[in-house]
């Protein structure tokens, strides 16, 4: 039956994107049961979680905290929201993903519910990528930029920066106090 054959290609076709996409890739149904997930949100959760099994609901990561580090329980999660139909997707949701051994990743997430004929909600897919390394680069460029803050104001000499363009960007208070108050300072 040619249907029945070009319908085992297209599965075949689904399963390759699924599993070999860079992206962590999961669906649930309406209780958040986890039914597929690829390769990428095993390496990304840090374990293999059990397909249809009740105890692993809404996501297969061993616990989560919002950004600003507090806990989030899998009930208060973007992907129950969807599941519930408060919200009808989720665009880039920032979550802080610990894994069974305790390290931590931060992940950006986007959720979108599934539904049938009908317009009902059957469950949801969730992708999600891995932002830890540029969430350490900005936490890197804060503390270098403090820290040069910090030089610039405590400096026992006159000190000032200029852009590119050598338009005079900033000033420690000793040129101030030497130069006065500096026409065109920019941020001033």
Same mark, same amino acid.
């Given at each position: ?141 804060? *503390? ?8 610039? *104001? ?35």
């Amino acid at each position: 039956n040619q249907s029945a054959v070009a319908l085992h290609e297209s599965e075949q076709r689904f399963r390759a994107l699924f599993d070999l996409g860079p992206i962590g890739t999961y669906t649930t149904d309406t209780s958040g049961t986890l039914m597929e997930f690829n390769r990428c949100a095993v390496e990304l959760w840090g374990r293999e979680p059990a397909r249809n099994s009740t105890e692993e609901i809404f996501c297969g990561s061993y616990k989560l905290q919002r950004p600003d580090g507090t806990l989030l329980p899998h009930a208060e999660t973007p992907v129950f929201a969807v599941l519930m139909g408060a919200v009808d997707r989720v665009r880039d949701a920032e979550i802080i993903m610990e894994r069974p051994d305790g390290s931590r990743i931060t992940i950006i997430s986007n959720i979108v519910p599934l539904k049938n004929e009908r317009g009902e909600i059957t469950g949801m897919m969730n992708c999600f990528y891995d932002i830890t390394p540029r969430k350490e680069l900005e936490h890197s460029l804060r *503390r270098s930029a403090a820290q040069f803050e910090t030089l610039l *104001r405590a400096a026992p000499l006159g000190l000032y920066v200029v852009d590119a363009d050598f338009r005079l960007c900033d000033a420690n208070p000793i040129s101030i106090k030497v130069f006065g108050d500096i026409p065109g300072l920019i941020g001033r």
